[in-house]
């Protein structure tokens, strides 16, 4: 079973919203490599963001660069 490693450094804009963004790395538990080309699934309970599906890439990186901030990702 592949492990999440999430980190989601927050940035703001000059305007009155805050926007932020998610880097999720997926992992090999048995060894720790990346894995590639899983899919990884976001959504807002609070519809926030449309769902959508990342691939990771070489790196097992998925990233979703712009998100507002706010509750209910999933």
Known sequence: MPAV???????TSAS??????LKIRVIDN??????????VTLSN???LVATSTII???NGIA???????GAGYV
């Open 30 to 39: 048995s060894d720790k490599s990346a894995v590639i080309g899983a899919a």
């Open 16 to 21: 009155a919203q805050a926007v932020g963004g």
């Open 63 to 69: 990233l979703f660069p712009v998100l507002r901030v």
């Open 5 to 11: 490693q999430i980190s989601a450094p927050l940035q």
């Open 45 to 47: 309970t609070n519809k």
């Open 56 to 58: 990771t890439d070489v």
